[in-house]
């Protein structure tokens, strides 16, 4: 406010008032009178989705078919001064032409909200089956790295035959080195030990 009592009070170079600027960045604007009613669009597309629903079940053509027969039967077989819808059913057409006017348009905002809650399921699908295909590359590169890590690990099988290898090994050695001693021959035991560690007595 003091700001455009400031500028109400400056003068331009042929003296008149400054004018403020009608866009102020500082206030929120002031919301326009509209010549339309405003409306929720959501809350008419759950409407109108209602609508097409009942329209497209059986209940609503039951409903229809006895209408029309009753107010066919009514405007026929009633007195004449009763009937307000004499033979070529006039009215009746023009009610049955603006139901179809209106249930058309409803219908289709049904559809393309249906279409648009299509699209993002869709989408989340399509997101949902790419983090899958990730995740399975990702267990696909473990799993491969850990059969190259076991083909470096050292398996029961492998053990075995390399423990079989050398037991067979060590029998071989230990017969080579009886039948060895059994040829040598064969020094008398601990005499000789004794003979070479004594002191020689005077």
């Known amino acids: ?17 400054v004018r403020p600027s009608r866009g102020r960045m500082d206030q929120p604007l002031v919301p326009r009178r509209r010549l339309f009613p405003e409306y929720d669009p959501d809350a008419f597309g759950r409407l109108s989705e ?9 209940r609503f053509l039951v409903w229809m078919t006895f209408t029309i027969i009753v107010w066919i039967a009514w405007n026929v077989l009633a007195p004449p001064s009763w009937r307000f819808d004499e033979y070529p059913f006039i009215f009746l057409t023009l ?10 348009p409803l219908i289709l905002l049904a559809q393309n909200r249906q279409d648009d809650r299509d ?7 399509r997101k949902r089956n790419e983090r899958s295909i990730a995740e399975t590359e990702y267990l696909s590169r473990e799993m491969a790295a850990l059969r190259t890590g076991l083909g470096e690990v050292a398996t029961r099988d492998w053990i ?7 037991a ?16 040598a021959p064969s020094a008398p035991p601990g005499g000789g030990a004794e003979r070479r560690g004594s002191p020689r007595r005077p």
């Open 95 to 104: 009610a049955l032409s603006l139901q179809a006017s209106y249930a058309a």
């Open 168 to 183: 067979r090994l060590l029998e071989t050695t230990g017969a080579t080195a009886d039948g060895a001693g059994a040829d």
């Open 160 to 166: 075995r035959s390399e423990l079989e290898d050398l």
């Open 119 to 125: 699209r993002v399921n869709l989408e989340q699908d």
């Open 50 to 58: 209602r609508i097409a629903r009942f329209l497209g079940t059986g």
């Open 1 to 17: 406010m003091a700001l455009d009592r400031d500028l109400r009070d400056q003068r331009d170079v042929r003296g008149e008032p």
